[in-house]
């Protein structure tokens, strides 16, 4: 039987560099708004302000999760979030909406990069609890059957 323990993984999420950096992103990006036009303040700045929100919201719940499965999906919706709003923000330059900031783009780029990083942390923890929880099944499964044995004798 495995005796592997699986603890929570509870981080200090105030201090995690991650959410920093999406604080950041997402101070970046409510600064920029104003430079659109009007007409977009419901689409393309909507779509800016939401992305920038929702990356820095899935970023901490995938911080703060302490199970070993759980992780995966918040990271994954945070990657999602920050391909969106680098996106939306390509497409605002390039309609000339706003001012291309490259160190923005480049922050961007790096918590993705980032993201990618927890996703696949993330999906080894989970795979390693499916072991261990597929493992202990195994083992109650063997007893069940040397006792079935036993008791057909």
Same mark, same amino acid.
């Given at each position: 039987?495995?005796?592997? !323990?699986? @603890?929570?993984?509870?981080?200090?999420?105030? +201090?995690?560099?991650?959410?920093?950096?999406?604080?950041?992103?997402?101070?970046?990006?409510?600064?920029?708004?104003?430079?659109?036009?009007?007409?977009?303040?419901?689409? @393309?700045?909507? !779509?800016?302000?939401?992305?920038?929100?929702?990356?820095?919201?899935?970023?901490? +719940?995938?911080?703060?999760?302490?199970?070993?499965?759980?992780?995966?999906?918040?990271?994954?919706? /945070?990657?999602?979030?920050? /391909?969106?709003?680098? @996106?939306?923000?390509?497409?605002?330059?390039?309609?000339?909406?706003?001012?291309?900031?490259?160190?923005?783009?480049?922050?961007?780029?790096?918590?993705?990069?980032?993201?990618? !990083?927890?996703?696949?942390?993330?999906?080894?923890?989970?795979?390693?609890?499916?072991?261990?929880?597929?493992?202990?099944?195994?083992?109650?499964?063997?007893?069940?059957?040397?006792?079935?044995?036993?008791?057909? +004798?």
């Amino acid at each position: 039987m495995s005796n592997k !323990k699986f @603890t929570p993984k509870l981080n200090t999420i105030s +201090k995690d560099p991650l959410i920093g950096e999406a604080f950041s992103i997402a101070e970046s990006i409510y600064d920029l708004l104003p430079q659109l036009p009007t007409d977009e303040r419901w689409e @393309t700045a909507g !779509k800016l302000r939401q992305a920038s929100n929702s990356l820095l919201f899935n970023i901490a +719940k995938a911080v703060a999760d302490s199970s070993p499965t759980g992780g995966e999906y918040d990271w994954s919706n /945070a990657r999602k979030e920050a /391909a969106g709003l680098l @996106t939306m923000y390509r497409f605002a330059d390039k309609r000339g909406f706003i001012e291309k900031d490259a160190s923005l783009v480049l922050k961007i780029d790096q918590i993705i990069k980032s993201i990618d !990083k927890e996703v696949l942390d993330a999906h080894k923890r989970a795979e390693a609890y499916y072991k261990h929880e597929l493992a202990v099944w195994e083992d109650k499964y063997d007893m069940w059957q040397k006792l079935n044995k036993e008791m057909a +004798k």
